[in-house]
């Protein structure tokens, strides 16, 4: 989903990481496309169940992954078969919701057809990563700690070392991924689609093209704030001139230890309950959300939310470490769990399968009330000159971060698309996106992603998290955040749960699809160039 939320959970834990409640009853007039498809629901149901709880285990506990495993205890459940009798249904859908509802349960099953094709693949990638330990000058450090490791290394020598220590695990984790590729190509075609970029655009939302044009346009609109800003925070902050910035620099760059001061650690949970409750939303009586903040030794560090059972059973894992980012990653993922845990739905696909974009927009509204001016005011106990400043600089790691997915998103485009190597075609729309020097060891990186183009409903999120921000400020004031009546609006949106899908929310809000301008007004706002080189009291 994110360097700073998962996560391949995030939004979403792919489609592994979703779950849903007790079936429900049949819904008179669908006696046909429902009740054909009953035992499929029925094993999905229980399947999902058990994913989540996999998932759950492995995040908390540190429990091997055994993706491999879970799908052979249901070895008719994604089957060409099981496939043939949804597309059937699909066809014979007898009204919009009922064809939409089949259309998700089709997109579910035909994707984890393709990615049970995978499962040892992908499991022996997860395994290799955990078990994986790096030479860091004169020790051994575990792997999937690295990343931490680079973020709080103060020096760009250090940050180097350990960046470079990551390749011999990246080097393994490549080969494994590049055969993952094939397999995918060689089932997708086996369905039916020419190429895989087709037969994500069928188990996925879709609308790529759309998407595409607009993301290349927000990395248009936002560039000449993008230069200005990166060349005045790598002097401030770095040390160093824009031409020396290198990978492992911009993992230390989005970690804002500077203000860490201001997020203690005993104050975590304390204020994210406080800010539900200002909107009327009791996090302590709502038994169906249980939140994970202990610290054992093998817990995941990143924060993830498991719908295990939607909306009945919600799981939110997190392990402090004092600062800003415990406060992101908490608030990031109580917003998802908040819209899993208010869905009312009475059809399985409307609980728990459609795309990310809505959850990931709810997910992200929350979050980004650590970088709101009127919540910030109220909350943090900053000085003016302060508050400036850390809303200036945080706005940048958004920004970054969100032309960071937008490269993602195109490189994906391109490898799906066919004909290009990974590496070139990760260097040339991320080094366009980002803008800063990448060389081989970056290449590296091109296929550490899963690789489904989830970076879609990312992008989309945070198009339609800052679209939904506007109407609530427009709609409640600026304080929308304290008003009981702004959480009622927020739970009325939750309700529909996937039957509420990008486009649907875009036009609750006044467009016809998830668009780049109230995104790129907010950060426009908040990276105020003026303020971007001072300390962090507001000194040169």
Known sequence: MNQRHRSVVGMVFAVLALALAAPASPEPGHAGGRDELRDIRTQAEAMLADANLDAWNSWTRGDEANAADLYHRYPGLFSRASIDRVRGALSRAANPRERKAVLYLRRYVEGEYVRQKTADLRDSIANLEIAATVAVDTVRVPFFQSGALIANSEGHARRMRVFLAQDSVMIQADSLRRQVLKITAREAAALGYPTRLDFYRATSGGGYEELEQEVRGFLKDTETLYDSALTAECGARLGIRREELRRPDVVRLNRLVEFDAYFP???????ARKSLADLGIDLDRQRNILVDA????????RAACFRVRVPNDIRVSVKPQGGLADYENLFHELGDAEGAACT????LEF????????????????????EDPAWVGERLGMSAPTARLYLARAGFVRLMLIRRFAGKFLYQLALHRGGEEPGPAYLREMGSALRYPMDDHD?????????????????????????????????FGADYFMKPAAGAYLKELWAPGAELDAPGLARKLGETRPTRTALVAELRRLVRLDELGRGPEGTR
């Open 265 to 271: 650690q005993q104050q975590l949970l304390p204020l």
């Open 443 to 475: 290449a590296l990186h091109a296929l550490a992603d899963d690789g489904s183009l989830e970076e879609a409903d990312y992008l989309q999120a945070w198009f339609l998290s800052a679209m939904l921000q506007a109407k609530l400020r427009a709609r």
């Open 351 to 370: 609980r728990c399968l459609g795309d990310g974009a809505v959850p990931g927009c709810m997910a992200f509204l929350n979050e980004y009330l650590l």
């Open 294 to 301: 202990e610290t054992r030794e093998l817990k995941n560090p």
């Open 344 to 347: 009312r739905q009475d059809r």
